[in-house]
């Protein structure tokens, strides 16, 4: 009977799931489809077809080819990175206030560009790059700091918290000590903006992705695991250090290429994470769906911030005023709950 019990309650969950992925792909082709048709200029959709088939078609072929697509693109490629790379640190250290834009990564990335941007006054390539190198850098001190005895998710997140701050301070720094005339480079970085996407950026983090990703989803199962404990992972056949690492190294990098591409994208990665659980439910896996859910959150948001209002605001804008309530109704939630995702 228990067995039967069981079966059912798997079947269920596994029911849920394809549902909940199925309406999060859904979703997102729609919002996909809607933000090549609409803009300044709204395009039928029998050109945005023409157009994605390699036709000429005048106007629609720069606004929808070389702007609007690869924004779109860009969009989607970077909200699945944030949203892999938030609930993989939220579920390896069991719980939702590790996500890389809370325990400092991307305020690595962020003092970085800014350093070159407004010291150095280096642009495009260069940034992006060096902003990878000091995301993953900060990722590699703060699991140093942490790793004493073992790593604890508490202490780790405690210890991101903390580099965090004395991150933001340099970053207030910078900008306090910028010439008026390289502030606005500075600030379209910081606030997280699709505004200059480009095919560069897109190629960059498609790469990223392609390398990346598959780490992640082959370590699935051992991440799953690792939510209930490293004793219980470590007794089920998990090389508990191992497989940390190496999700540690994919998320952070996913984390790092997504931030150099886009700027931080505010609380992509905290919010991915703990929506799709309440989507899909606790037992299911999480990385498809997060990955889906943060490419539904910065398309839409991205959507929110052109059309919705009088004037056009950076994506990150909108993120941000969304994951602020957020962040306030997690922390309640995760002082009644002990913090699981």
């Known amino acids: 009977m228990s067995a039967t019990v069981v079966r059912a309650a798997r079947r269920r969950a596994s029911r849920r799931a394809g549902v909940t992925i199925a309406a999060l792909s859904c979703t997102l082709l729609a919002l996909f489809a809607f933000s090549l048709v609409w803009g300044d200029r709204i395009y039928p959709i029998s050109d945005v077809v023409a157009v994605l088939a390699g036709q000429d078609v005048p106007g629609a072929s720069f606004s929808v080819g070389e702007l609007r697509l690869p924004r779109a693109v860009l969009a989607v490629l970077a909200g699945a990175s944030f949203g892999i790379a938030g609930v993989t640190f939220q579920t390896m250290l069991r719980n939702p206030l590790a996500s890389p834009d809370i325990i400092g990564i991307t305020h690595g990335a962020n003092v970085m560009a800014l350093f070159c941007i407004l010291v150095l006054g280096l642009s495009g390539l260069a940034v992006s790059v060096s902003a990878v190198i000091a995301g993953v850098g900060t990722a590699f001190g703060i699991y140093l700091l942490a790793a004493r005895g073992g790593v604890v998710g508490t202490r780790l997140i405690l ?6 701050a004395m991150l933001h301070s340099a970053t207030l720094y910078l900008l306090v000590s910028a ?5 606005q480079g500075a600030m379209r970085w910081l606030t997280g903006s699709l505004n ?33 404990g490293d004793d219980a992972a470590a007794g089920l056949g998990v090389a508990v250090e191992r497989s940390r690492r190496l999700l540690v190294v994919a998320a952070v990098a996913l984390a790092a290429f997504a931030t150099a591409a886009t700027g931080p994208i505010s609380f992509v990665s905290f919010m991915a ?25 910065v398309l839409s948001a991205d959507l929110v911030g052109q059309f919705l209002f009088e004037h056009r605001y950076p994506v990150g804008v909108v993120t941000g005023a969304l994951g602020a309530p957020f962040l306030v109704y997690l922390l309640i939630r995760t002082q009644r709950t002990g913090g699981s995702l």
């Open 196 to 228: 200059l996407a480009s095919w560069d950026d897109v190629a960059m983090l498609s790469l990223a992705a392609l390398l990346l990703v598959p780490i992640v989803l082959v370590l699935g199962r051992d991440l799953g695991l690792l939510r209930l």
């Open 179 to 183: 010439d008026q005339w390289d502030l």
């Open 273 to 297: 994470g703990p929506i799709a659980v309440r989507l899909i439910g606790p037992r299911g896996a999480l990385i498809v769906p997060a990955a889906l859910t943060g490419a539904v959150l």
């Open 159 to 164: 210890i991101g918290i903390g580099i965090a």
